[in-house]
């Protein structure tokens, strides 16, 4: 390699004084190089005053630079009158007076590469080879005090296209910075020589990368900045823009405050990749409200717009992103995740979160390396004292995913590592108004008073959860809120409005007493509260499925629903846990609470009233797991038309009469799959299903009274919809030929008759009918009896008592008509229990083949009697 060989050229400075005399401009004024290269040519003179150059005056000025060698240009260029309006020009090109010759660097991009290889200094050339072609851009300085000198020593910065100076010159860094496009090199290799080497290190960089990952993308930029950086607009509507910013050894952070307009923007964890492998978010407009602003760590952060034109705004001042001033979620890695990149020497990363007030920090690790003796600590302070404090490690691992909350005006995560590690924790901060602990309770009152009818006019009731209850006319409600309180939003559009509310603050939940169960996988029977006037605690052998069994009770059915609103389900065993909701929203989700652990907690703000019978039921997860659309179904008389959805996981609803003293209808299903019901909750074993049905056999079987404490009806593999009532007449009063069965109310429950001693139940018509029945199923132990009794107009056609002395054969069909068949069930008081499953087949007579079957009947009535007799 030749050595430098400094040559100064020329050196133009316009100086002199304004008498000095101004060359005439005859033609292109060439420079050429001297035989003394020591010498420094002045223009137009060398005095210490520049001339000053009269109005309209045009030359050109060309500056030879032989191969290899560059130029170095010093120009002074101040307009002395109407110096606003740019209309004198000086162009120019910028070379440096030597011969190339240069130290280089040496690196490789690929396109499996997540990080893009930066510079670390420009000391020396650098030599990037790709696996495709080299993609190049320039990230500039972000020190303000010294931008425009190192904006000049970026033009000394350039750019070659191939493995030498002798390649084509793509520009200068400059001239790349100032295009917001990424050079591209036509071969695998870029040259870069610096013509002025730094005295020191600068804060400007050059960023490489593998062509294949950015060939889509046309604008692209570096970013840098201290404090706030100017807006940045993006314009991605018809290819991809991106920018990216860096922080050497990755000290410094982004905090992105807002992304505003349209499309999508991609936040990489360096380069943009087709993988996506380093994607660390995405945002747009939308989701500008809660989850922004965040702050990025990282060595380099790359922004990719698609979709649209948006401006975006980032900063450097990260008391914007760790300074909580509202609801908020978000995530916190560590410096380096998914960069590949070690730690420096210290291997040791802290980070607070913090606020003036309290608020509920609810966060949840994704992902963290604790190996090699790394250990990661979560602190959350309230007023300097230690609310919440875990330290995981090799012996002690989180749980991920797994959400913990706790209330407090710091967070604090403290990372220790050997070199390498990663962590990703996912948060969610939300502003205590309500302390914990405590509950408020809320009245509120709306009455649109013009444009009544319109529904524009709404109040939003905003709970703990961020759920929100619409209100679009209201003279009295109640609402409940527990830690960190709600919000109430009033939006009168087009309409005036009566608006007010009361608040008024509770500091226990917790109830005077609590009733405790359990529920198993292998129980039939699901557990149902009582009425809700304490707290309950259930556990579970897996985890707990609640859903809520709403009001049948037609008279105040509406204050009843808005009472289910103080209904809280907390997912654990206190009123610490994580509140799941309210049992008005379990309700109106069609879909059944699940527990993350064995227990939960249920607590009643204000006891509903005696009067309503709404009630939660619980039962183990593990035969509700396949259970999507799941919800409770109550009415009095006739339901409303119930809509399963089975065709991609099963449907399912529960009735509920409590201690069996009502029953369901089930009059028609229409439509696809196949309809299970079960006496109780649904099992995989099956044990207590009672009947199956679908489109098809509905003329011949339905309607079907079904009895018991709990019915539960599964749909699976179609649509259909399900109609029943609480009406029993209808499934009583026999209107035409049928197939079903009776049953006891308690059979296949296990449950025990309360307060009563017989179980008694009818079925008539008013024609006559040849009823043919047989017992498949009957329990005569412990003083049982079971009567079957044929009544045709009035007189008992048929008639027999079966005991444990005279059992029945089984399965074995008997016939007899008339207008009414009687079944009676009894026993010893509040101990009957077991049951009877009875078939029948009801097929309606003329009046010859009703008096030949009664006289078989009466004979058959008279033989068991006398066969008792003796």
């Keep these: 390699m030749r050595s430098l060989n400094f040559f100064y050229l020329i050196l133009i400075i316009l100086l002199g004084a304004g008498a000095a005399d101004v060359p005439e401009c005859t033609g292109t004024v060439q420079f050429n190089p001297s035989k003394n290269l020591d010498t420094l040519i002045w223009y137009p003179t060398n005095p210490s005053v520049a001339p000053t150059f009269p109005m309209n005056y045009e030359c050109l000025y060309q500056i030879n630079v032989p191969q290899g060698w560059s130029s170095y240009i010093e120009l002074k260029f101040l307009p002395t009158t109407n110096t606003t309006a740019n209309n004198s020009v000086v162009q120019r090109k910028s070379r440096r007076s030597r ?104 804060y400007y960089q050059l960023m490489f990368q593998d062509f294949e990952n950015t060939k889509d993308i046309t604008e692209y930029r570096g970013v840098s900045c201290q404090g706030y950086c100017d807006p940045i607009v993006m314009d991605g509507s018809k290819s991809p823009s991106a920018f990216s910013t860096f922080s050497n050894y990755g000290f410094a952070n982004d905090c992105l405050m807002s992304v505003s307009g349209t499309g999508n923007l991609d936040v990489y964890y360096g380069g943009k990749t087709d993988s996506k492998s380093n994607l660390i978010a995405s945002y747009s407009e939308a989701s500008n409200e809660l989850m922004l602003p965040q702050l990025f760590r990282g060595v380099v952060r790359t922004y990719v717009l698609t979709g649209g034109i948006a401006t975006v705004n980032i900063t450097h001042n990260l008391e914007i992103c760790r300074s909580i001033k509202k609801n908020q979620k978000g995530f916190i890695t560590s410096p380096f995740y998914k960069t590949g990149i070690t730690f420096p020497w210290f291997g040791y990363d802290s980070i607070n979160v913090y606020s003036d007030t309290p608020y509920k920090y609810t966060f949840n690790i994704q992902d963290v390396d604790l190996s090699k003796n790394s250990s990661l600590q979560l602190s959350v302070f309230n007023n300097n004292s230690r609310a919440y404090d875990i330290v995981y490690n090799e012996i002690n691992l989180p749980s991920l995913n797994q959400s913990v909350n706790a209330v ?80 109430i939003k009033i939006s009168t559009k087009d309409t005036s409005a009566q608006f007010q509310f009361s608040v008024l603050w509770f500091s226990e939940i917790n109830p005077g007493s609590y009733d405790y169960a359990n529920v198993t996988e292998l129980d039939t029977q699901p557990y149902v509260s009582n009425y809700l006037y304490k707290g309950n605690q259930v556990t579970a052998e897996t985890r707990v499925s609640i859903i809520t069994i709403p009001p049948s009770e037609s008279y105040l059915l509406e204050t009843h629903l808005k009472a289910l609103r103080s209904i809280l389900i907390f997912d654990g065993p206190s009123v610490n846990s994580t509140c799941l909701g309210t049992a008005l929203q379990l309700l109106n989700s069609n879909r059944q609470y699940v527990t993350s652990g064995r227990v939960v907690t249920v607590i009643p703000l204000r006891p509903l009233s005696y009067w309503s019978d709404s009630q939660l039921m619980f039962q183990d997860f593990e035969n509700t797991k396949d259970i999507t659309e799941y919800r409770g179904v109550a009415c009095q008389g006739y339901c409303d038309p119930i809509v399963m959805d089975g065709s991609k996981t ?51 079987m339905l309607p079907q009274l079904l009895q018991g404490v709990v019915r539960t009806y599964v749909l699976t593999g179609g649509i259909a919809t399900v109609n029943i009532t609480h009406n029993s007449d209808v499934c009583r009063f026999i209107k035409k030929n049928q197939k079903g069965f009776i049953t006891s109310p308690l059979y296949k429950t296990g449950l025990t008759f309360p307060f009563f001693r017989i179980d008694s139940i009818w079925i008539y018509s008013d024609t006559p009918y040849k009823y043919t029945f047989n017992i498949q199923d009957v329990d005569l132990s412990k003083n049982n009896s079971l009567r079957l009794s044929v009544i045709h ?58 008096y030949l079957s009664n006289y078989v009947a009466t004979v058959v009535s008279v033989w068991f009697f006398l066969c008792m007799m003796f």
């Design 99 to 202: 011969e190339f010759s240069a130290g280089y660097d040496y690196a490789n991009v690929t396109g499996l590469d997540t990080q893009p290889y930066v510079t670390d200094h420009l000391f020396q050339g650098i030599q990037v080879t790709a696996e495709s072609r080299v993609s190049i851009i320039a990230i500039p300085s972000s020190d303000p005090s010294y931008r425009g000198s190192y904006m000049n020593k970026l033009r000394s910065i350039l750019i070659f296209d191939g493995p030498s100076v002798n390649s084509t010159c793509l520009g200068t860094a400059l001239q790349l910075l100032h295009s917001n496009r990424q050079y591209v090199t036509s071969g695998r290799v870029v040259t870069v020589i610096p013509l002025q080497k730094p005295t020191y290190p600068d």
């Design 408 to 487: 407090g005006t710091r967070w604090t995560i403290i990372y220790a590592c050997n070199k390498t590690g990663d962590y990703f924790i996912n948060y969610d901060v939300v502003k205590i108004n309500v302390p914990q602990g405590w509950s408020s309770y809320i009245k509120l009152k709306f009455l649109p008073t013009t444009n009544t009818t319109a529904n524009n006019s709404v109040v939003q009731v905003i709970d703990f959860n961020q759920r929100v209850e619409n209100i679009y006319y209201t003279g009295y409600d109640q609402f409940y809120f527990i830690a960190p309180g709600g919000r």
């Design 650 to 700: 099963p449907s399912a609803f529960s009735t509920f009469s409590p201690s069996g003293y009502g029953n369901d209808c089930l009059m028609s299903v229409s439509g696809t799959g196949n309809l299970d019901v079960y006496y109780g909750g649904k099992t995989d074993s099956k044990s207590n299903l009672i009947a199956s049905y679908s489109e098809a056999n509905n003329e011949l």
């Design 793 to 850: 107009n009035k007189s008992r056609v048929y008639d027999i008592l079966y005991n444990a002395t005279n059992l029945p054969s089984l399965n074995e069909s008997v016939s007899a008509v008339g207008t009414e068949w009687d079944i009676k069930y009894s026993g010893d008081y509040d101990r009957i229990n077991g049951g009877y499953f009875i078939n029948y087949d009801m097929v309606k007579v003329n009046s010859a083949s009703s």
